[in-house]
């Protein structure tokens, strides 16, 4: 069973590494499949086969849930449900919403929807609405280690996004059946808000309970990374088997009250199916999560060996819970839980099978060694660990399994039963809470507390999985410390960085908004930092902050931001707080403390490469977008220019008064291709080789404008913009030839979309 898990995992696993789907003609080679599946010799590669076909044909018929292009961004009717707990940000309400099929026009089976105006009193999970929305296919932005969002849509099956328009038409049709788990949920989450209205750790207490993680500070969310304690709030096999164990015991001791119930059934029994009840309902609260998936599967094939007498071995259980994930949903590989979630139980076997010959300190033994085992995946997938995390956890995971947790969950159940216990019960869990979190926010702000990393080639990487694994064996094994050593190269930068005079540029995706990485052989430059969409999303900590991390980068030499547009300085507070700043320059300093003004005349030289700011005139009285510090940087044989937002007025003066000094080998387009930008003069005295539109997909203001994009094809310019590419990265060399990387492409897979605007 174990082999047969691990074939079939590989086969979900290779077909969602390809860049485009194959043909589905590849489905009538399901015959020869099976075939081969009665040979005992090849019955491993028949599953592997096997499970590449199942995933070709599951994804096909996931792909056909897309949106048809003669609906973008048309005003549509749709008559749905409410399919997800609504998030409340305050000047917008963000659900899931699942169409009933119009006679008119085919939907997706699911939608992602924003309402901005003329909110609602009230909205609820479960609920039936009638809603005139816009739509668009589901596109995200694209950069090196940055979420990938449309991976995450298509996980999801959510096949357009859109939001809702202003409109009279906007009615609720129906309540939400009494079954609806979701509705269930919402009703926690409302009454949590009801009883813990002020409460810094509300979200963190909902997390718990329904897997709701809107109300969690991003502050929370470092020192929940920095601790290592995130996995708490990820409701899994430790908090699905708490809640069976609470269930066992307690229903077990009230069988055996009346001695009539042991003739109709052992207490043991009775107890074990109370106990798979109890996780089947902590596991329907946390929607049903991967990891809470494998965690009840386990359960009840542990559950049904009890009732049936027969033993099975928990690993025999553990390979029947991921066949039966995969089988299900193969694209439930993708998620990291998945990995994180299987392979943890798997080092808990290994280590217990072979590393304890006593019980003397084995929980605290066994969850350092957990934490040790997973490094590897956590650096793959989030490029960072925590060093503090053992004594964390060793504080933390009492705490939360044992008193917070049954808490919560008494209190659940309390909430249809009598509901001024649950909120003593949902209160006296809060004031655990303010007990015990201060001690978590000390270790996470010990300095060296964690480690983050850049990127790891998959040979070095693979090299670490094999070292722990060898590190994890029987203590027996004669020298397998010398496995440590595999573990030194992460201590140092990254070496693959420019030469001296060389310039390595990144124009990253940031949606509709501006952000440029210059990185020479020892200093970086960052050039606006991108939107800020809300107060737990920028693009700051969301893509640029990943992108340096992924890069080896710990220090910003010079951060420019151009003007106060939200689309250039919204996410310089993240960068700001996150990494140490040499110098800030800005047009406008009074939006930034300690920064200076830039204006023209200013130079400096890195590593051979030089910086100059070309414009606003020291006593430059202009609007916003006229203010831009435009910035000029140059090697000697390619260069760079950096407009901002500037518009004609300024482009005109640049013309008169410093010609010479705009020639560049690569132009960012000024205001993102806007036609009160880019004369015909202008472009003839830059006279770039390529041009490049910092924009969004499918952008309300129409960037690159029709005009804007002609004016540079006629003057045989070479286009590229974020919207169609992603994050477009150059490398600028002496004497060679440029190289240029665009991430769209580069790093396409099935899910990724690739069609221009």
Not at 51 to 62: D, E, G, I, K
Not at 129 to 154: C, H
Not at 446 to 452: E, L, R
């Given at each position: 069973m174990i082999k047969t898990a691990l074939s079939f995992s590989a086969g979900c696993f290779c077909l969602l590494q390809l860049s485009s789907l194959p043909s589905t003609q590849w489905l009538w080679s399901?015959?020869?499949?099976?075939?081969?599946?009665?040979?005992?010799?090849?019955?491993?590669?028949?599953?592997?086969?096997?499970?590449?076909?199942?995933?070709?044909?599951?994804?096909?018929?996931?792909?056909q849930n897309t949106l048809s292009p003669?609906?973008?961004?048309?005003?549509?009717r749709v008559t749905g449900v409410i399919s997800s707990i609504p998030e409340n940000h305050g000047n917008r309400i963000r659900f899931e919403f699942s169409p009933q099929q119009n006679q008119h026009y085919q939907l997706p089976e699911k939608l992602r929807l924003n309402w901005y105006q003329s909110l609602?009193?009230?909205?609820?999970?479960?609920?039936?609405?009638?809603?005139?929305?816009?739509?668009?296919?589901?596109?995200?932005?694209?950069?090196?280690?940055?979420?990938?969002?449309?991976?995450?849509?298509?996980?999801q099956n959510i096949g357009a996004v859109g939001y809702v328009r202003h409109n009279s038409k906007n009615v609720l049709i129906a309540s939400a059946s009494p079954l609806n788990i979701n509705s269930w949920r919402h009703k926690i989450v409302m009454m949590l808000d009801k009883t813990l209205p002020n409460s810094p750790y509300l979200g963190l207490v909902q997390g718990l309970t329904v897997g709701v993680k809107q109300q969690i500070s991003p502050q929370q969310w470092q020192v929940l990374r920095q601790s290592g304690t995130s996995h708490l709030l990820a409701i899994s096999g430790l908090h699905i088997g708490l809640a069976a164990a609470i269930g066992f015991f307690s229903f077990k001791w009230l069988w055996r009250l009346r001695a009539e119930n042991l003739l109709l059934l052992p207490a043991n029994h009775f107890g074990a199916l109370a106990g798979l009840a109890a996780g089947l309902f902590y596991a329907a609260l946390a929607g049903f999560s991967v990891p809470t998936q494998r965690a009840l599967i386990m359960l009840s094939v542990v559950t049904l060996t009890l009732l049936l007498k027969r033993p099975i071995n928990i690993s025999q259980s553990l390979a029947i819970a991921a066949l039966l994930i995969l089988i299900l949903n193969p694209l439930a590989i993708l998620s990291a839980g998945f990995f994180l979630s299987f392979v943890a139980v798997v080092i808990i076997i290994w280590i217990n099978q072979n590393r304890f010959p006593t019980a003397k300190f084995q929980w605290l033994k066994t969850h350092s060694l957990i934490a040790f085992g997973l490094t590897p995946l956590l650096l793959l997938f989030f490029m960072q660990t925590s060093l503090i995390a053992p004594i964390a956890n060793f504080i933390a995971i009492p705490i939360i399994s044992f008193l917070v947790i049954p808490l919560l969950l008494l209190g659940s159940l309390m909430l249809w039963l009598f509901e001024p216990l649950a909120e003593w019960l949902f209160n006296l869990a809060l004031t655990i809470f303010d007990l015990f979190w201060p001690i978590i926010e000390l270790l996470a702000n010990?300095?060296?507390?964690?480690?983050?990393l850049s990127a790891i080639s998959n040979l070095h990487w693979l090299i670490l999985v094999i070292a722990t694994i060898v590190l994890l064996s029987p203590r027996h094994i004669p020298g397998k410390w010398l496995a440590s050593f595999a573990f030194l190269p992460l201590f140092y930068t990254n070496s693959n960085q420019p030469e001296k005079g060389d310039i390595w540029f990144t124009l990253l995706d940031v949606g509709q908004g501006?952000?440029?990485?210059?990185?020479?052989?020892?200093?970086?430059?960052?050039?606006?930092?991108?939107?800020?969409?809300?107060?737990?999303?920028?693009?700051?900590?969301?893509?640029?902050?990943?992108?340096?991390?992924?890069?080896?980068?710990?220090?910003?030499?010079?951060?420019i931001v151009s003007h106060s547009d939200n689309d250039h300085i919204g996410g310089a507070k993240s960068l700001l707080d996150s990494f140490s700043i040499g110098s800030l320059l800005t047009s406008q300093p009074e939006y930034l403390s300690k920064s200076t003004m830039c204006f023209s005349g200013q130079s400096w030289q890195f590593d051979g490469v030089s910086f100059e700011i070309l414009s606003p005139e020291v006593q430059a009285i202009n609007s916003d977008n006229n203010l831009s510090c435009v910035l000029k940087v140059n090697n000697g044989e390619h260069s760079i220019l950096l407009p901002g937002d500037i518009e004609k007025p300024i482009e005109a003066k640049l013309v008169k008064n410093s010609p010479e000094k705009l020639t560049s080998t690569i132009l960012i387009a000024p205001h993102h291709g806007s036609n009160s930008s880019s004369t015909s003069e202008f472009i003839q005295k830059v006279d770039a080789k390529w041009v490049l539109f910092a924009t969004g997909h499918l952008n309300r203001y129409h960037f690159p404008h029709k005009k804007v994009k002609h004016r540079y094809q006629k003057a045989n310019t070479k286009l590229l913009d974020t919207s169609s590419n992603g994050a477009i990265m150059m490398k600028l060399k002496r004497q060679k030839k440029i190289e240029i990387i665009t991430w769209r492409q580069s790093a396409q897979r099935i899910w990724t979309q690739v069609a221009t605007d």
């Open positions: 399901v015959i020869p499949a099976l075939i081969l599946f009665t040979i005992t010799k090849t019955r491993l590669l028949a599953i592997f086969f096997f499970a590449l076909l199942w995933t070709l044909f599951y994804v096909s018929q996931t792909m003669n609906l973008v961004n048309t005003e549509l609602p009193s009230s909205i609820l999970a479960g609920e039936t609405w009638q809603l005139i929305v816009k739509l668009k296919p589901p596109r995200g932005t694209m950069n090196p280690a940055s979420f990938d969002y449309e991976k995450w849509l298509f996980q010990t300095p060296y507390s964690h480690w983050n501006l952000s440029a990485v210059i990185q020479t052989a020892e200093h970086t430059v960052i050039y606006d930092t991108g939107p800020r969409y809300s107060n737990k999303f920028n693009a700051g900590s969301a893509v640029i902050e990943p992108f340096l991390k992924n890069r080896g980068i710990q220090h910003i030499d010079t951060l």
